[in-house]
């Protein structure tokens, strides 16, 4: 860990018998507490509040930081009820505590949503607390009072009090109850753009992410893992790495051999002379082929029941006037974060600490308690910024690893990946297998649908099928059914999850529909979207921005696609065109129906990086030859590049409605806009992702 982040964290754990303060909510971890200071550590009341004697209001996030803007989100929900002044906004990321409820951790782009109404509660308690100091002190009904700008003020007198000179007097009350919340007119901060208060620290260097950490006698230390997922050690050969320089020891743990060194070069040097051999065990029969024909004649065997079923859709396909059927698929995909998987940690006999960029501190505790057989009282759990997340770092097969390696250590030991590591022992996003079959009216209309997936289930069926399962869309005879087939290779969250492949399969297969009918393909989802007035509301200010049935430069397309996931709706339009063989995508109008926004600027920002994320999934994908992963790094794993970025233009719609997710609220969308859009340009229908120079022509 840098110099700075030592001397700013010790200063939250030691300093504050300095400052003095009010403690709003949080009972700290022991590495946390403030007792040196008797005018805070009595006063816990229950919230995520310390409001310090020189003004600086500290907020301890429970939840996880990977670029999705919750420092900032949460800042303001706590800033607009207490009515501090945002300058003086600081934050913290605790470790785990009861007092934050049963479980810490960010998935399901639930920060905003779990916390609107709490943190704003924490800020209005803390408000109302310091109000009735000031009003004590001046002999006056707190009623004569007013806060603002971190000040209570005395409307009668207008004399006023900052909120550092009342902290420790309020700190010594109750925590008041049922206080009331702003109504949304009165907002001087939520709903107006703010600049991102975690910038400064990352341009600056100040922000620790997890690969920053440094702790004084700290060793390194790589992993050599089972090519093949599941295989096993059967035996090694580490004469030459143990000679190698800089190494300190190898140690085998339960997933291969990790090599400890006096830096992380020198562990990646000592790796690469290092011999195993592996027990590869029977995944290493499977390849890409392999598992697309298993899924292929699961889904032709068929005998499932029905996940979901509408109307008669086997009557209603016998008897349309027209009919068509297509399968579409989608192959593994990585994660791929910035910053590789790493984790510190450091395990004593008597307690433990790790050091993560983790969306699971919940789970991290858990995976330590577990490896360490310590209770979990004793081990603390450091939560550091992510250098992205996508799902990934809300597993802990990492975070364990790294605490089985240190229990062979008596000093602290930080395991890093590397990019080959982190791309070929990943928990991909599933591949995925869907058939369909449609039919239209005499009119032209849809009105039966049918899917059948087959892909690996890892959160039960309905993940598995979200996004085709359960469309908005009104077709009146519609059917899904779901075949769990597990080749063996690990799957698991992926940003947006099951929508990410089946709003592709779903959305692209309606477009299908709407040409087979000679329609509009905006005109039937309007007219199967007519009971859904939030979804349409987006639907028509997204045609409406991207000039939707305006002329377009010969050789361009555009392709639409609705959405709704983690609370929220989107509906998206992409331009697109082919050049030198390949596809250009030129602009993408998304409107966005999340409920109450927070942020807007953060809204803005999060719905370009879910497109920005989709769109690599048209370029790239993970294949598997003898249960190994080809890919290895961005030369084999392609992903979107600066110059391939299109315009981006998000237009939000205003609501009062509950606060959904956003951070995964575009990434379903994009795909099948784009691949609707190359139809429009072509006439070539992408059923099949990655996109392949050979489906363009």
Request: glycine residues 10%; contains cysteine.
């Given at each position: 860990?840098?110099?700075?982040a030592v001397d700013r964290?010790?200063f939250?754990?030691?300093g504050?018998?300095a400052?003095?303060?009010?403690?709003?909510?949080?009972?700290l971890?022991?590495?946390?507490?403030?007792?040196?200071?008797?005018?805070?550590?009595p006063?816990?009341?229950n919230?995520?509040v310390?409001v310090?004697?020189?003004d600086?209001?500290?907020l301890?996030?429970?939840?996880?930081?990977?670029?999705?803007?919750?420092v900032t989100s949460l800042?303001?929900?706590?800033a607009?009820?207490?009515?501090?002044?945002w300058?003086?906004?600081?934050?913290?990321f605790p470790?785990?505590d009861?007092?934050?409820?049963?479980?810490?951790?960010v998935?399901?782009?639930?920060?905003?949503r779990?916390?609107?109404?709490?943190?704003?509660?924490a800020?209005?308690?803390a408000r109302?607390?310091l109000i009735?100091a000031?009003?004590?002190k001046?002999g006056?009904?707190k009623s004569?009072?007013?806060?603002?700008?971190s000040?209570v003020i005395n409307?009668?007198?207008?004399d006023?009090?900052t909120?550092?000179?009342l902290?420790?007097?309020?700190a010594k009350?109750?925590?008041?109850?049922?206080v009331?919340?702003k109504?949304a007119?009165?907002?001087?901060?939520?709903g107006k753009?703010?600049k991102r208060?975690?910038?400064?620290g990352k341009?600056?260097g100040s922000?620790?992410?997890?690969?920053?950490?440094r702790?004084?006698?700290m060793?390194y230390?790589?992993v050599?893992r089972?090519p093949?997922?599941?295989?096993?050690?059967?035996?090694f050969?580490d004469?030459k790495?143990?000679?190698?320089p800089?190494v300190k020891?190898?140690?085998?743990?339960?997933?291969g051999?990790?090599?400890?060194?006096?830096s992380t070069?020198a562990?990646?040097?000592?790796?690469?002379?290092?011999?195993?051999q592996w027990?590869?065990?029977k995944?290493?029969?499977?390849?890409t082929?392999?598992?697309?024909?298993?899924?292929?004649d699961?889904?032709a065997q068929g005998?499932v029941?029905?996940q979901?079923?509408?109307?008669?859709p086997a009557?209603?396909?016998?008897?349309?006037s027209?009919?068509?059927?297509?399968?579409?698929?989608?192959?593994?995909?990585?994660?791929?974060?910035?910053?590789p998987?790493?984790?510190?940690?450091?395990?004593?006999p008597?307690?433990a600490?790790v050091?993560?960029s983790?969306?699971?501190q919940?789970?991290?505790q858990q995976i330590?308690?577990?490896k360490?057989?310590?209770?979990?009282?004793?081990?603390?759990i450091h939560?550091?910024?992510?250098?992205?997340?996508?799902?990934?770092?809300?597993?802990?097969d990492y975070?364990g690893e790294a605490v089985?390696?240190?229990k062979?250590?008596?000093v602290?030991v930080k395991?890093?990946w590397s990019?080959e590591d982190?791309?070929?022992h990943?928990?991909?996003?599933?591949?995925?297998?869907c058939?369909f079959a449609?039919?239209?009216?005499?009119?032209g209309?849809?009105?039966?649908?049918?899917a059948?997936?087959?892909?690996?289930?890892?959160a039960?069926a309905?993940?598995?099928?979200?996004?085709?399962?359960?469309?908005?869309y009104?077709v009146?005879?519609?059917?899904?059914?779901y075949?769990d087939v597990?080749?063996?290779i690990?799957v698991s969250y992926?940003?947006?999850?099951g929508?990410?492949q089946?709003?592709?399969f779903?959305?692209?297969?309606?477009?299908?529909?709407?040409h087979?009918?000679?329609?509009?393909p905006l005109?039937v989802?309007?007219?199967?979207?007519?009971k859904n007035p939030r979804?349409?509301?987006?639907?028509e200010l997204?045609?409406?921005k991207?000039?939707?049935?305006k002329?377009l430069p010969?050789?361009?397309g555009?392709?639409v696609?609705?959405v709704n996931?983690?609370g929220?709706n989107t509906?998206?339009i992409?331009?697109?065109?082919i050049e030198k063989g390949?596809?250009?995508?030129?602009?993408?109008?998304?409107?966005v129906d999340c409920?109450?926004?927070v942020?807007p600027?953060?809204v803005?920002?999060q719905?370009?990086?879910?497109?920005?994320?989709?769109?690599?999934?048209l370029?790239g994908?993970?294949?598997?030859?003898?249960g190994?992963v080809?890919?290895g790094?961005?030369h084999?794993?392609?992903?979107?590049r600066?110059?391939e970025m299109?315009?981006?233009?998000?237009h939000?719609?205003?609501?009062n409605a509950?606060s959904?997710?956003?951070?995964?609220?575009?990434?379903?969308g994009i795909a099948?806009?784009v691949?609707?859009?190359?139809f429009a340009?072509?006439?070539?229908r992408i059923?099949q992702l990655p996109?392949?120079?050979?489906d363009?022509?």
């Amino acid at each position: 860990m840098s110099a700075l982040a030592v001397d700013r964290r010790g200063f939250l754990r030691t300093g504050a018998a300095a400052i003095g303060g009010l403690l709003i909510g949080c009972y700290l971890p022991e590495r946390r507490k403030l007792a040196a200071d008797t005018s805070v550590a009595p006063n816990k009341l229950n919230a995520f509040v310390l409001v310090g004697n020189d003004d600086i209001v500290t907020l301890y996030i429970h939840k996880a930081e990977m670029g999705q803007g919750t420092v900032t989100s949460l800042s303001m929900l706590l800033a607009e009820e207490l009515e501090c002044d945002w300058s003086k906004i600081r934050t913290e990321f605790p470790g785990v505590d009861r007092a934050y409820g049963g479980f810490q951790g960010v998935v399901g782009s639930q920060s905003i949503r779990s916390s609107y109404v709490s943190l704003r509660q924490a800020g209005a308690q803390a408000r109302e607390m310091l109000i009735v100091a000031a009003a004590q002190k001046w002999g006056v009904d707190k009623s004569a009072c007013r806060a603002e700008n971190s000040k209570v003020i005395n409307t009668a007198t207008s004399d006023e009090l900052t909120y550092g000179s009342l902290a420790a007097d309020a700190a010594k009350m109750p925590a008041p109850g049922n206080v009331a919340l702003k109504d949304a007119s009165q907002f001087k901060i939520v709903g107006k753009s703010r600049k991102r208060l975690d910038t400064p620290g990352k341009v600056d260097g100040s922000i620790t992410f997890g690969i920053d950490v440094r702790l004084p006698n700290m060793l390194y230390a790589v992993v050599e893992r089972c090519p093949v997922f599941g295989g096993s050690v059967a035996s090694f050969d580490d004469s030459k790495t143990k000679v190698s320089p800089g190494v300190k020891s190898v140690v085998k743990i339960s997933n291969g051999v990790a090599v400890i060194a006096d830096s992380t070069w020198a562990a990646m040097e000592g790796r690469r002379k290092l011999t195993v051999q592996w027990d590869e065990g029977k995944v290493a029969a499977n390849s890409t082929a392999d598992i697309t024909k298993s899924f292929a004649d699961a889904v032709a065997q068929g005998g499932v029941a029905p996940q979901r079923t509408v109307g008669d859709p086997a009557g209603a396909l016998a008897s349309a006037s027209k009919k068509l059927e297509a399968v579409y698929q989608t192959p593994y995909l990585a994660h791929a974060p910035m910053e590789p998987l790493n984790c510190t940690a450091w395990v004593r006999p008597d307690s433990a600490d790790v050091w993560a960029s983790t969306q699971m501190q919940s789970g991290a505790q858990q995976i330590a308690v577990q490896k360490t057989g310590l209770p979990a009282a004793k081990v603390q759990i450091h939560s550091e910024y992510m250098g992205g997340g996508f799902g990934r770092r809300g597993g802990v097969d990492y975070i364990g690893e790294a605490v089985e390696v240190a229990k062979s250590v008596d000093v602290p030991v930080k395991v890093t990946w590397s990019r080959e590591d982190d791309m070929r022992h990943d928990t991909y996003r599933p591949a995925s297998y869907c058939r369909f079959a449609g039919g239209v009216d005499a009119e032209g209309w849809p009105v039966a649908l049918t899917a059948s997936i087959a892909c690996p289930a890892f959160a039960g069926a309905n993940t598995s099928t979200e996004g085709v399962r359960d469309i908005a869309y009104t077709v009146p005879n519609f059917a899904v059914d779901y075949h769990d087939v597990n080749p063996g290779i690990p799957v698991s969250y992926w940003r947006s999850v099951g929508y990410s492949q089946n709003c592709f399969f779903a959305e692209s297969f309606l477009d299908e529909m709407a040409h087979a009918g000679g329609k509009d393909p905006l005109e039937v989802r309007r007219r199967f979207l007519s009971k859904n007035p939030r979804l349409l509301a987006v639907l028509e200010l997204a045609a409406e921005k991207a000039n939707w049935g305006k002329p377009l430069p010969d050789g361009h397309g555009l392709g639409v696609s609705v959405v709704n996931n983690i609370g929220s709706n989107t509906a998206q339009i992409a331009e697109v065109s082919i050049e030198k063989g390949k596809v250009k995508v030129h602009r993408v109008v998304c409107a966005v129906d999340c409920g109450a926004v927070v942020n807007p600027a953060g809204v803005k920002q999060q719905i370009a990086s879910g497109i920005v994320f989709g769109l690599s999934a048209l370029k790239g994908g993970v294949t598997i030859r003898n249960g190994r992963v080809e890919q290895g790094n961005f030369h084999q794993y392609d992903v979107v590049r600066m110059d391939e970025m299109p315009k981006v233009e998000v237009h939000i719609v205003p609501s009062n409605a509950a606060s959904g997710g956003i951070g995964e609220a575009s990434t379903p969308g994009i795909a099948p806009a784009v691949c609707n859009a190359i139809f429009a340009a072509t006439g070539k229908r992408i059923r099949q992702l990655p996109i392949r120079p050979e489906d363009l022509v």
